[in-house]
């Protein structure tokens, strides 16, 4: 089970930290990601983090804004987000490696609304 946290509503500029909380499955034996869903648009992959920590990947459009982590104690993944623009606007989802490092995705969370609006 995974549930987000951590949306709202910010201005344009401003920054917002997302959490997801895990449960009923060992945290860190899996790659965890950050999805998003935008009105109107497709889910977009934003950003992945290996069971260890040690490795993460992210869409360019968020590369040098968005930072993901994790911490394995707390079973809890992290989506630091500064310089946020409304097309960031979206509801945010984390979701779980299949397999552990397969890099295929799932078991989604409920999602949490983000929206960078002035």
């Known amino acids: 089970q995974l549930v987000e946290s951590g949306g709202g509503l910010v201005q344009p500029g401003g920054s917002l930290r997302l959490s997801c909380a895990s449960a009923?499955?060992?945290?860190?034996?899996?790659?965890i990601a950050w999805f998003r869903h935008a009105p109107g648009k497709v889910l977009e992959w934003v950003s992945g983090?290996?069971?260890?920590?040690?490795?993460?990947y992210s869409v360019d459009s968020v590369k040098g804004r968005f930072n993901i982590s994790r911490d394995n104690a707390k079973n809890t993944l992290y989506l630091q987000m500064n310089s946020l623009k409304p097309e960031d606007t979206a509801v945010y989802y984390c979701?779980?490696?299949?397999?552990?490092?397969?890099?295929?995705?799932?078991?989604w969370g409920q999602g949490t609304q983000v929206t960078v609006s002035s």
């Open positions: 009923g499955f060992t945290f860190g034996d899996f790659a």
């Open positions: 983090i290996n069971s260890g920590g040690g490795v993460t």
């Open positions: 979701a779980k490696d299949l397999y552990g490092s397969s890099w295929y995705f799932g078991s």
